[in-house]
């Protein structure tokens, strides 16, 4: 008797073209922020609102070309450990604002 394992699952890898789309698509959402800042063209609350747009869009283009976590045929435990990972981080970002904008107040004890 062997002890031979074969696996039934087959996962799908992009390919060269799909990798290389996600290269230059990411290359250009980092240049666009990076020439905003660099060259000082808008002011200060629109670039920042330009650069938290390109993350957003640079972590759609992560997901989707490099982690293949795209609403294809795959494993719905992807996606749905994507979303839980998401919303732990967000309770974990929000709740460190919040306690970070409220620490001020918190520590004015007896004044």
């Known amino acids: 008797m ?3 394992q074969q696996s039934q699952e087959s996962h799908e890898h992009g390919s060269i073209k799909s ?3 996600g290269l230059i698509l990411s290359i250009i959402l980092t240049i666009i922020p990076f020439g905003l800042v660099m060259t000082g063209a808008l002011s200060g609350v629109a670039t920042l ?3 938290m747009i390109m993350a957003v869009v ?3 283009v ?3 070309y490099f982690l293949h976590l795209n609403e ?3 494993p719905r435990w992807n996606m ?3 979303w839980f990972t998401i919303l732990i981080v967000a309770i974990v ?3 460190s604002l919040w306690i970070m904008f409220h620490l001020n107040h918190n520590l004015m004890v007896g004044m």
């Open 2 to 4: 062997s002890n031979q």
């Open 19 to 21: 990798y290389t789309t």
């Open 62 to 64: 992560q997901v989707v």
């Open 49 to 51: 609102a330009i650069i």
């Open 72 to 74: 294809g045929s795959g």
């Open 58 to 60: 640079q972590i759609v």
């Open 93 to 95: 970002v929000v709740g």
């Open 80 to 82: 749905i450990s994507l």
